[in-house]
């Protein structure tokens, strides 16, 4: 594996290491998911509002949201492998924390230390990820992705079978998972340090460096402001869906919390499937395209969704899920290549983007939740894929190929 950056830089992608850092993904994304995943527990257990929850939400994601950019900043300046255990270790303290805190606060605590291992993990992950991935770069970013959206699927799962039955100290049992982490994370930042001592990658990374951008720091300016608010729309439709859907399902429906949840994990779980696709999907069709379809097909059923009856709500929450993730590990790969000298701080913004909006969006929902109900929160929130049209207005592929 020594010379396997070599390879990678001349077109041949590492699969070993790009699983790995994608069963990282998973296990980091895997531990944020106890978070959303206890939310009806400590509603019921702490007698939490929606605004409390939904500041919970905020602490955590907005943790992760500000730092990502400034870790992938710094990493970009001077890589930092051995920052990947290390991450996960912060982690390990917060799930530790979140399993035994007795207060409100404790719990704010215990989300932020869980919040900065993630901001850490991600833009080095996907440094990673991008060092494997040769020509294969959708791919290699899909397969980074769905990791952790298979962790993040496993939330209503974690609720219905672990947390509901064991409380709040459930959470616990997440330690061994934090613990894997930190075990393979510190063998692939050992690779990881192992290619940048090697010269010829230095040599490598200046070639790729050199061409000048053939777009305008303004008109690269526009891309990203547009591809800014397709993340945001779906990062405040995702975390409705993920964080408080479930508590429509109950009211709306009369379903138990674990009845619930198996309409999250499936509309998590379809979604994780579309974030695999889309990436080899982009590279045959174009980013761009995959961009938009990703937000323009859930438009209607989006709108049609709080209106359905149950069996119907099944079918529209997987084909949303699918849809509106099939762009999520392609908007980091767009991103990095309109500014491929800033790979790591392209991966902090757009992935901590979508933190940053989990985290307002939590906020919002649950104050919308407590003031006009839950009911009327879903139908306001059934707007936002409308916001995806500005898709159609980022340069096509050709014209991100000048960049390189």
Not at 112 to 124: D, N, R, T
Not at 152 to 167: C, E, K, N, R
Not at 384 to 402: F, W
Request: hydrophobic content about 55%.
């Amino acid at each position: 594996m020594a010379n396997a950056i070599k390879t990678s830089m001349a077109g041949n992608p590492v699969y070993p290491v790009m699983f790995a850092i994608g069963a990282c993904h998973l296990l980091n994304d895997t531990l944020q998911a106890v978070i959303p995943a206890m939310f009806p527990i400590l509603e019921e257990e702490r007698g939490l509002t929606f605004t409390q929850l939904g500041l919970i939400a905020f602490a955590l994601n907005m943790v992760a949201s500000v730092l990502q950019p400034v870790v992938g900043y710094i990493s970009d300046k001077k890589p930092m492998p051995y920052a990947l255990p290390l991450g996960m270790t912060s982690s390990f303290l917060g799930i530790a924390g979140l399993a035994f805190a007795l207060e409100y606060w404790m719990i704010l605590v215990s989300v932020m230390f869980l919040g900065f291992g993630s901001a850490v993990f991600h833009p080095e992950g996907s440094r990673v990820s991008y060092m494997a991935a040769g020509s294969k770069r959708g791919l290699s970013q899909s397969i980074y992705q769905v990791g952790g959206n298979s962790g993040q699927a496993l939330a209503p799962l974690i609720s219905a079978f672990i947390l509901v039955p064991l409380g709040q100290t459930g959470a616990a049992l997440f330690l061994f998972v934090a613990a894997l982490g930190i075990f393979i994370l510190s063998k692939i930042s050992r690779w990881y340090k192992e290619q940048l001592e090697q010269e010829k990658l230095q040599k490598v990374k200046k070639v790729l460096l050199s061409s000048l951008p053939e777009m305008t720091r303004k008109q690269i300016g526009i891309a990203l402001t547009l591809l800014l608010i397709i993340i945001f729309a779906r990062s405040f439709y995702v975390t409705n869906i993920t964080s408080f859907y479930i508590f429509h399902l109950m009211e709306t429906y009369g379903l138990t919390i674990q009845q619930g949840q198996l309409y999250i994990f499936l509309f998590l779980g379809v979604g994780a499937a579309g974030t695999f696709f889309g990436g080899p999907l982009a590279d045959k069709i174009g980013r761009k395209n995959v961009i938009v379809m990703s937000l323009a097909v859930p438009i209607p059923l989006a709108l049609i969704l709080p209106y359905m009856p149950l069996y119907a709500v099944l079918l529209l929450l997987g084909l949303i899920g699918f849809f509106i993730m099939l762009s999520f590990s392609v908007t980091v790969v767009y991103a990095q290549e309109l500014v491929p000298s800033k790979i790591g701080t392209m991966a902090g913004l757009t992935v901590g983007l979508a933190f940053g909006m989990g985290a307002i969006g939590g906020v919002v929902i649950g104050i919308l939740m407590d003031s006009i109900g839950v009911y009327e929160t879903m139908v306001v929130v059934s707007f936002l894929p409308l916001l995806g049209l500005v898709g159609l207005g980022l340069p096509k592929d050709r014209k991100i190929a000048a960049v390189k």
